[in-house]
């Protein structure tokens, strides 16, 4: 599986931008695929996930309200859409992907197969 991150980019607190995951690779549909982010001098955390299927997310409770993870059912994209951002956002965020083995996959060592990160700035 690989997984190629895009839309990243500097940004005025309270704007927003959507970030863009696409995956490609056989067997999809065994995988579920989350978000992360990494701040600087800071451990990568978890932000968002969701399902192949795309009929089950779950959210980090500090992003829950402001993002929204998405995927594209024609294309193999999964999409984090950022709204309402804060300077404390502030981070590379990545894509991965995990086994689906029916829960949910939040901690890093879920996860697998991983594509390079994108920087989000938010300036205040």
């Known amino acids: 599986v690989q997984l190629q991150a895009s839309g990243g980019g500097l940004v005025q607190a309270g704007g927003s931008l959507r970030l863009s995951c696409a995956v490609s690779?056989?067997?999809?549909?065994?995988?579920?695929v989350g978000w992360f982010r990494q701040a600087p001098g800071k451990e990568r955390e978890f932000v968002a996930g969701i399902t192949w299927s795309g009929r089950r997310t779950w959210y980090q409770d500090s992003v829950k309200g402001r993002f929204t993870i998405s995927r594209d059912n024609a294309e193999s994209t999964v999409y984090l859409q950022l709204n309402s951002l804060k300077p404390e956002d502030t981070a590379v965020h990545y894509c991965?992907?995990?086994?689906?083995?029916?829960?949910?996959?939040?901690?890093?060592?879920?996860?697998?197969?991983w594509g390079q990160g994108t920087q989000v700035t938010v300036s205040s």
């Open positions: 991965a992907a995990g086994v689906d083995h029916g829960r949910e996959l939040r901690s890093v060592t879920s996860y697998i197969y």
């Open positions: 690779g056989r067997t999809l549909s065994s995988y579920r």
